[in-house]
């Protein structure tokens, strides 16, 4: 079993930065591929972005360029830094922990709204 908690959230202005946080429960963090999904209301739940666990990272087109995810094994923790913000940005941001192995394990989220 993993548990993930993730931090960071909150309101934000348009062009500003959050960084998010997820940390992650267990001894094999390592050994998980890492992603952020989120979802706006009354939208499906999109992905983000991924790191492997070699750290090789995907994003989505939307986020290219602005958001990047990283990972630090030792604290069992991945990130989202998140710059230029826009509205379009708003959502709730869940961290997902996948392996072939050890199964798949979701946060419950955390808000991030960005407006004026």
């Known amino acids: 079993q993993v548990q993930l908690v993730e931090s960071g959230g909150g309101l934000v202005q348009p062009g500003g930065s959050l960084r998010l946080s997820c940390a992650a429960s267990?001894?094999?963090?390592?050994?998980?591929?890492m992603a952020w999904y989120r979802q706006a209301p009354g939208k499906q739940r999109e992905l983000v972005a991924t790191?492997?666990?070699?750290?090789?990272?995907n994003y989505a087109d939307s986020v290219k360029g602005r958001f990047t995810i990283s990972r630090d094994n030792a604290k069992n923790t991945v990130y989202l830094q998140m710059n230029s913000l826009k509205a379009e940005d708003t959502a709730v941001y869940y961290c997902?922990?996948?392996?072939?192995?050890?199964?798949?394990?979701w946060g419950r989220g955390t808000q991030v709204t960005v407006s004026s």
């Open positions: 997902r922990a996948q392996s072939l192995a050890y199964g798949s394990y």
């Open positions: 267990g001894s094999i963090f390592s050994m998980y591929v």
């Open positions: 790191i492997a666990t070699g750290g090789s990272t």
